[in-house]
């Protein structure tokens, strides 16, 4: 288990993703063969971040998954927590609105096996406002804690993914606005 870990500049060693160097490791698998790093990358205004899995000997992308913002290692390396953010144009933006609006954006954790890359389970995130940025499973696995940040405050959210059973929040595990309980 990890967290995020920017780098002072983004790492050319790297191979590029969406025409970027990354510049934060997410997670490292346990085996130590592959990692996860995140890339910034600005797309209609909006700064996103994108991550992706890359070999740690061949410096290479690995895996590139779509729309994902973060993602983790869990189960000891054989599944994956990831979190996707998918774009529908609402059309009912007003005019004078130049970028996408955040309710224009829907966000899922899903479970997927490694390394497959197959769904095991997928669900629909809600939190208050801003833009996931971090996912990382507690110690023992049982609840999975994604971030969320918005110009001035951030929070973090807690879901139980269950095997065979849809995840579900955790009622009164919420936190934001640097840490102090949500109401």
Known sequence: MMTLDFFRQPDS???SFLGEYPCALIDIHPSGEHVAMQVVQIDEGVTKERAAIWNTAS???FVIPENT????????GTEILMLEELYRNAHTRPPHFVTPIQSEYQHFLRRL????????EKIEVKF??????????SPSGEIACFVWQDQCEAGIEYMAPHKNLCMISIAGMRFSHFGLPAE
Do not use: F, H, K, Y
């Open 59 to 61: 410096r290479r992308l």
């Open 13 to 15: 060693e790297w191979e």
């Open 69 to 76: 913002n973060a993602l983790c290692w869990i189960e000891r």
């Open 113 to 120: 096996s490694w390394p497959a890359m197959e769904t095991i």
């Open 128 to 137: 208050p406002m801003g833009w996931l940025i971090d996912v990382t499973p």
